[in-house]
């Protein structure tokens, strides 16, 4: 335990976390209640995971990212009562938090509409790109594949690492709405290309 909170205390510095706190609201999954994909809670740890992947260095997981922003969002949440119950009193309460600032867009619970139905435009213009994007990732998934499999020395993992960069390099130059559908496209698509690969 006690190496646990030593683990955190060394990463989880001030401009980590405010890292996070951008990255999250660049993500409104995790915290617009009117978002299409807000109650996906595995949309929601996929996110948590992409943060760890990108900012991680292989030092925190998806989980200890989700940990972190419920801690600093409980925060919020109780500064917030505080400042309304002393506003209710007409007094001024004085917050000195460091990430007060970076964390006001979860006290605009209501965007505007106009947010609303651009999510919902971009998603609709992305939905329709989806299926070339997922063919044409798809495909060159195939080819390394077949690459890996036609070379006689197997114990060469680093075609291995090649296609595993390949892969989430492409669906991390994606939002991740996108990623996350592309992904189920592709496992469709591969097991289908897959089973033509070893037939032949």
């Known amino acids: 335990m006690a190496l646990d909170l030593a683990k955190e205390e060394v990463f989880w510095t001030r401009a980590m976390t405010l890292r996070l706190v951008k990255f ?31 900012y991680g260095n292989n030092k925190f997981t998806g989980e200890d990212v989700k940990d972190q922003w419920i801690r600093i969002r409980t925060t919020f949440v109780g500064l917030m009562k505080r400042l309304k119950a002393s506003k209710a009193k007409g007094e001024t309460y004085n917050i000195t938090w460091y990430l007060w600032d970076a ?35 798809a495909n060159g998934l195939v080819n390394a594949i077949r690459g890996t499999q036609n070379d ?25 709405y996108d990623a996350a559908r592309i992904s189920c496209k592709m496992l469709d698509f591969l097991n289908l290309e897959m089973n033509e690969v070893i037939s032949i």
Request: with cysteine.
């Open 24 to 54: 999250i609201k660049s993500k409104p999954t995790i915290w617009n209640r009117k978002h299409s994909k807000y109650s996906s809670i595995m949309h929601r740890d996929q996110i948590y995971r992409q943060f760890a992947f990108i």
């Open 152 to 176: 006689v020395c197997y114990g060469d993992d680093t075609k291995y690492s090649n296609l595993t960069r390949y892969v989430a390099g492409k669906l991390y130059q994606m939002s991740s």
């Open 103 to 137: 964390c006001s867009f979860l006290y605009k619970k209501d965007p505007p509409k106009g947010n609303d139905r651009k999510i919902k435009k971009e998603q609709g213009n992305a939905s329709d790109n989806v299926d070339a994007t997922c063919h044409n990732v």
